[in-house]
């Protein structure tokens, strides 16, 4: 049972939009930045938003990253089937004085 | 370019400590700037936080992993370290290492990982 909360899997059309969301509490999410990693299979997570919104160099725009409160959401526009992967979100947990995890999207491009 | 690569056994016994060890180029680990850190992965399964280390000594460790896991830094060889003890099969992963800004939440670059079977 992950500190973090998103959902197992969304999906979309090419050409569409998704957004990802990732459900914390005050300890965590409320209190810090959120990182976004994408992750294809057999490979290493890879930063793709740091900061909740700063994208790292080489991330194209169609990324965006955004958080209310308890929440944190990761947009991806103009999908492409190289965006099929699991993403997975990242943050500070005050209580726990840990980092946590999300459990997990799969992104499916259809 | 900063690389990180781990090593280790890729099986361990049941009961056995697990060491795993991250060489770093690129960067040195004495740069107070950045906290070195351990992620795992379960076959299948989402990432798990395990723990940090600064070059000054500071360590933060996952609660549920703290009294079975230690980080340490080898200076000489620019390398970090990770040992946890009692292995079970639930510990079987991939471990990766990865750099994280002092400060700073997230985690960049990763290592490419290595995969730990916990198996008699």
Not at chain 2, 99 to 110: L, N
């Amino acid at each position: 049972q992950s500190v973090l909360t998103q959902p197992p899997s969304v999906s979309a059309a090419p050409g569409q939009k998704v957004t990802i969301s990732c459900s914390g509490s005050t300890s965590n999410i409320g209190s810090y930045y959120v990182a976004w990693y994408q992750q294809f299979p057999g490979t290493a997570p890879k930063l793709v938003m740091y900061e909740t919104d700063k994208r790292p160099s080489g991330i194209p725009d169609r990324f965006s990253g955004s958080k209310s409160g308890t929440s944190a959401t990761l947009g991806i526009t103009g999908l492409q089937t190289g965006d099929e992967a699991d993403y997975y979100c990242g943050t500070w947990d005050s209580s726990l004085s840990a980092g946590v995890f999300g459990g997990g999207t799969k992104l499916t491009v259809l | 370019q900063l690389q990180l690569q781990e090593s280790g056994p890729g099986l361990v016994k049941p009961s056995e400590t697990l060491s795993l060890t991250c060489t770093v180029s690129g960067d040195s680990i004495t740069n107070s700037a950045y906290f070195w850190g351990w992620i795992r992965q379960p076959p299948g399964k989402g990432l798990e936080w395990i723990g940090i280390i600064h070059y000054n000594g500071r360590t933060y460790y996952s609660p549920s992993l703290k009294s079975r896991v230690t980080i340490s830094l080898d200076t000489s060889n620019n390398q970090f370290s990770l040992n946890l003890n009692s292995m079970t099969a639930a510990d079987t992963a991939v471990y990766y290492c990865a750099r994280r800004a002092s400060g700073k939440i997230w985690f960049d670059p990763w290592g490419q990982g290595t995969l730990v079977t916990v198996s008699s």
